[in-house]
């Protein structure tokens, strides 16, 4: 059962463009949620994060959306920079589950210069 | 400030055979997490240690077992291996618990390769 799906494996971006990338999750005990970058022969890095209290958080080029009743989030990067290219995993907790991360399987972003 | 760091960076096992592997989380940090990352999928959640406890475990075999020791360093233990348990093992360590989210923050694992 995939609780946290991310359905685009790849997206391809033009350098200053803006890149968005999509998560959707079925489970309603999930409050708390957040974004990782990937570089290939590293571990995952923190990016943002949101409460499932708010529907929009900002940290410099990087924005997630929260929309509950869709079940959806998503991040935005604006303006894109070839260093942006890497994989970027959602994930998301509950509480009650002891604030364990469940993660979709990844979209590889590729921001072309 | 050091990050999370792991090791070994990369291990060749044979079927049947244990490993253990290593984590230091970052200073200050107290929780402890495992995971396990097969290509193209997201990691996997296997263990989670809060001051030296247990506080979850995933959906892995007995096989899997772990421990956190009094400085918060972690092991993460694998017998009777098997070829599906290649992948790379990733810690990760964050400042609270099971009671608040926090995010964590992972070092750059552990290559496993059973042949």
């Known amino acids: 059962d995939q609780q946290v799906k991310q359905n685009s494996p790849s997206l391809s971006v033009q350098e200053g463009r803006i890149s968005i990338l999509n998560c959707d999750y079925t489970n309603s005990m999930f409050d708390y949620f957040l974004w990782y970058k990937k570089y290939p022969a590293e571990g995952p890095t923190f990016l943002i994060s949101?409460?499932?209290?708010?529907d929009k958080n900002e940290d410099g080029r990087f924005t997630v959306f929260l929309n509950k009743s869709a079940k959806h989030l998503s991040l935005h990067i604006v303006p894109s920079q070839p260093g942006d290219s890497a994989v970027y995993f959602c994930a998301a907790s509950a509480r009650e589950y002891g604030n364990k991360l469940v993660f979709g399987a990844g979209t590889i972003l590729r921001v072309k210069s | 400030d050091a990050g999370v760091t792991q090791s070994p960076t990369h291990l060749i096992k044979t079927r049947g055979q244990q490993v253990t592997l290593r984590c230091s989380p970052i200073s200050g940090h107290k929780s402890v997490s495992w995971y396990q990352q097969v290509l193209g999928q997201g990691p996997q959640f296997i263990f989670q240690y809060y001051e030296k406890e247990e506080r979850g475990r995933g959906n892995f075999p007995d096989r899997f077992s772990a421990r956190q020791f009094p400085n918060y360093s972690s092991e993460l233990n694998v017998n009777a291996l098997l070829l599906g348990d290649s992948a790379l093992y990733l810690c990760a360590s964050s400042l609270a618990g099971v009671e608040n989210n926090s995010p964590l923050h992972f070092g750059n694992g552990t290559r496993l390769t059973v042949t």
């Open positions: 949101i409460s499932s209290i708010k």
